[in-house]
């Protein structure tokens, strides 16, 4: 199936077109947290959503990564995670440079706080799957 792959490089929106497949995995059952650390100080405002930076997590090539939903900050909590630059296959080690940080509360996130943590798993592919292919 053709899909396209966009991001942003230099401030300027990406697109590729691949063709690629679903495919299913084996979760491991040993797991390890990874903690979301702010790297810069943010004014929040109760309601509102911003991107943080975090200091770099590293996501091992064949692991997933699953959000903790407790949430680990008083300010709010952390929607989603990710890196600026092309998305990483499964198959290599990615990384998240910043997070989506909900504000539940007025106030300021300062470097150094806790955000929030996610659970790396590692995966074993289950069946041959074609690696993504540009068209």
Do not use: H
């Amino acid at each position: 199936m053709e899909f396209n792959i966009v991001w942003m490089e230099d401030g300027e929106i990406k697109r590729i077109v691949l063709d690629g497949e679903n495919y299913e995995y084996t979760i491991g059952t040993k797991g390890s947290w990874r903690m979301l650390i702010a790297d810069e100080n943010v004014k929040v405002e109760r309601g509102k959503q911003y991107k943080v930076k975090v200091k770099e997590v590293i996501i091992p090539q064949d692991s997933i990564s699953i959000p903790c939903s407790c949430m680990r900050n008083a300010l709010g909590f952390v929607e989603a995670t990710g890196s600026l630059g092309k998305p990483g296959l499964v198959e290599e080690d990615r990384k998240i440079d910043f997070v989506v940080f909900t504000a539940i509360e007025n106030g300021e996130i300062k470097n150094g706080d806790l955000l929030g943590v996610i659970n790396v798993f590692p995966i074993m592919i289950t069946r041959f799957a074609k690696k993504p292919v540009r068209k």
